[in-house]
């Protein structure tokens, strides 16, 4: 990417947006434009080619039929793991997080290959399904705030060697694995069983992105009050006694 320019790809919106995950896309849009960024948002449909030149690409979450037409048609085209190849940074939610991983279950019982981006396996808990409020540590070599969000999913996710959790969680079910850790992450790709939509509740989150696409370490401050507020509104209410 250029100096003042981003761009953005939303992958699959018709279907891999089924909790509200597009809100991702409009919140790393907006705080990049907030830092003068000339953003390109690029909405691709899954008849469409995965462009490889995106900066940064976004996966929502999905029911399960949809969840596998995307890991096939995604595994077809290969270009998402052509644009990690080149250096672009992803960003992934619940079916999402799974089709990223090396394996999960369909909708038809049976094991689905991934794309490979993360050294996750998810396979269906047998247990009660992980719905509710999520608050999270997030693995302290990222240096963001406690996390919020919500989770709603049957898989547990396994992670292999490579993978780091992305966060912990203090309140939750997160990867469903009972160890605690909440998604996944490598250098450049990342996932999460949070909605809300995550960013939202935490644009930390959006501005981690950002600063490894820009390559920096640093953004210029933004306004931040009312995210601050939905965050705390947010944190209260997970937290209240029942």
Known sequence: MSDNSLRLVWVYPDLLSTYGDQGNALVVERRARQRGLDVQRVDVRSDQPIPTSGDIYLIGGGEDRPQRLAAERLLRDGGLERAVSNGAIVFSVCAGYQIL??????????????????????????????????????????????????????????????????????????????????????????????????????????????????????????????????????????????
């Not at 794309?115 to 009660?128: I, K, N, W």
Request: aromatic share 6%; with cysteine; net charge negative.
């Open 101 to 242: 991983g090396k394996e999960f279950v369909n909708d038809q019982g049976q094991r689905q290959e991934g794309l490979g981006l993360l050294d996750v396996v998810t396979v269906r808990g047998e247990g009660e399904r992980c719905v509710g409020d999520v608050l999270a540590d997030i693995d302290p070599r990222l240096n963001l705030p406690q996390l919020t969000g919500f989770e709603n999913h049957q898989g547990v996710t396994h992670l292999g060697p490579t993978a780091r959790p992305f966060a912990r969680v203090s309140m939750g079910r997160g990867n469903g694995t009972g160890d605690g850790t909440e998604g996944a992450y490598n250098d450049t790709v990342f996932g999460t069983y949070m909605h809300g939509p995550v960013m939202a509740r935490n644009p930390q989150i959006a501005d981690l992105l950002l600063k490894l696409a820009l390559d920096v370490n640093a953004l210029p401050a933004i306004d931040d009050r009312w995210y601050e507020a939905l965050r705390a509104e947010r944190i209260a209410a997970a937290t209240q006694p029942a």
